[in-house]
């Protein structure tokens, strides 16, 4: 079977078997390149892709909601 690249997999996944290393996010820069898969022990490069988001929440309110009634809450 002929290696692929598998781009934005939600693990490190090898291009070789299509082993799923599920503990990808232990790893540290310095493994990027020549990442050895644990299952065939071939070696691959990695690139991790960051996505950040974003929560927002409302701080210690008190008020009354569009049905009348008064409301609160506090913030964790
Ligand atoms: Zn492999």
Same mark, same amino acid.
């Given at each position: 079977m002929k290696p692929e690249s598998v781009?934005?997999?939600d693990?490190?996944?090898?291009?070789?078997c299509q082993?799923?290393?599920?503990?990808?996010?232990?790893?540290?820069?310095?493994?990027?390149?020549?990442?050895?898969?644990?299952?065939?022990?071939? *070696?691959?490069?990695?690139?991790?892709? *960051?996505?950040?988001?974003y929560s927002s929440k409302p701080k210690d309110v008190e008020g009354v909601d569009e049905n009348g009634d008064n409301y609160s809450y506090a913030a964790d």
């Open positions: 781009d934005y997999a693990e490190i996944t090898c291009p070789y082993y799923v290393d599920d503990e990808s996010w232990q790893m540290t820069e310095e493994e990027y390149d020549d990442f050895e898969c644990a299952n065939c022990g071939k *070696l691959f490069d990695v690139v991790r892709h *960051l996505t950040i988001r």
